[in-house]
């Protein structure tokens, strides 16, 4: 936490919205010169931790209906921020990603006042943004401030917190999927980003059933997790130190069925998705154990001569997210084509070495299934509504959607 806190101010107490006149204050801001802007059940869900009259003091006070992570909000917030020198979001997942992207194109400080532990993006400067449906990780801005009032964090539906729990538990399907992808498909990852969320998330897993999810001493830990996964892809520059692949199969699925998951958190697709991973790398390391690997690895680099697949995508995503699909996946084509004979080489020269790396880093499924069920975090897809047959196709297109070698690559 010392190095995040070097670099933002982050505050973690009560009462801290009832305070917040003094604390913009001591950062050199006038309220007639901020945009805040909230949801708008998550404003009237909270409006008593602050003061009387709050919302009277700012330049511009903007409550948004049902927003989305998507262009069109964007552009609501830029148009209402033009004339401040500070964005002062309240709010989660979607307020953070529309806030912190709006200031970074427009060139503004930003301040988070959390709403709830709902997702792990708070510390980061990347966003999650949707341009013609088509779900894209985006430079943003990385916040002066990240303010943490322990009573609204109290207060939030604790189904907000469970999905920050399992967005921040994916980091076991991130670390194997950044370990495939440096030590079999040798590019370069970050991994002083992976050992500080390691650090602290393990130390959460040794002792989890010493916590419920309704006391204090779960919230700090959850609060601290979350602000350190996001730091970690402040440092790595990306979000992929929390995102890998099960964050493409949500993805995939919000892109597919956008009306049908309009109301799912982010958090609970991710704690299906990551359980679905946990069990594809599975398969990885028993085909690694079995001697098996290398003809998976041929067949894997065969299959990347079907130039059939800009037409599967079409007719799976359809023309607009399909365009942007076949671009990522290009980018990706290109990289394994012009590399796949060092690649290979590479795994038969040091096949033993990778193989006790992948058993070493491999989380057991069974592990993070007791985790959530300790927690009451729901993880089957079908309680959302998916058939067995969608998340198969779910999966086997999720490799398409980004420039990003995962093991997804090998469903």
């Not at 790398?281 to 990347?304: A, P, S, T, W």
Request: glycine share 2%; hydrophobic share 40%.
């Amino acid at each position: 936490m010392m190095d995040l806190k070097k670099k933002i101010d982050v505050r973690i107490n009560k009462n801290l919205a009832s305070k917040i006149d003094k604390i913009i204050s001591e950062m050199g801001f006038n309220f007639n010169e901020i945009l805040f802007v909230s949801d708008e059940i998550i404003w009237k869900n909270n409006q008593q931790f602050f003061k009387k009259n709050f919302n009277e003091q700012f330049a511009n006070f903007l409550i948004l209906k049902t927003p989305q992570a998507n262009e069109n909000f964007v552009n609501v917030v830029v148009k209402n921020a033009q004339n401040c020198k500070l964005i002062l979001a309240f709010g989660s997942g979607t307020i953070n990603d529309l806030c912190k992207y709006s200031a970074k194109k427009l060139n503004k400080d930003y301040i988070i006042l959390i709403s709830a532990l709902s997702m792990n993006g708070y510390a980061s400067k990347n966003a999650s943004i949707s341009i013609n449906n088509h779900k894209k990780t985006l430079e943003a801005k990385l916040p002066i401030a990240v303010l943490c009032d322990l009573l609204i964090l109290k207060n939030a539906p604790w189904k907000l917190n469970k999905a920050g729990l399992a967005d921040v538990l994916c980091f076991y399907s991130c670390n194997f999927d950044l370990i495939l992808n440096h030590y079999v498909f040798l590019q370069e990852i970050n991994f002083e980003a992976l050992e500080i969320q390691q650090k602290i998330i393990k130390n959460f897993v040794k002792n989890y059933k010493n916590f419920t999810i309704n006391d204090d001493k779960f919230l700090r830990n959850l609060l601290q997790m979350i602000l350190i996964s996001g730091w970690a892809m402040t440092i790595a520059n990306s979000s992929a130190p929390a995102s890998q692949s099960e964050h493409l199969l949500a993805h995939t699925l919000t892109m597919k069925y956008p009306a049908r998951t309009f109301d799912i958190l982010h958090g609970r697709m991710i704690a299906s998705a990551t359980i679905l991973s946990l069990m594809n790398q599975e398969k990885i390391v028993e085909f690694c154990n079995d001697k098996l690997f290398m003809k998976y690895l041929e067949n894997f680099f065969d299959d990347l001569n079907n130039n059939d697949f800009s037409q599967e995508i079409i007719q799976y995503f359809g023309n607009d997210i399909a365009l942007e699909c076949i671009k990522e996946y290009n980018l990706k084509r290109e990289y394994l084509r012009k590399n796949s004979k060092k690649i290979i080489n590479n795994f038969q020269n040091n096949s033993s070495k990778i193989v006790k790396i992948f058993n070493k880093n491999y989380f057991k499924r069974e592990l993070l299934v007791e985790i959530f069920n300790h927690y009451d975090v729901d993880f089957e897809f079908e309680k959302i509504g998916f058939e067995d047959y969608e998340i198969n196709d779910a999966q086997a297109f999720a490799k398409y959607i980004r420039n990003r070698i995962t093991s997804s690559d090998f469903s």
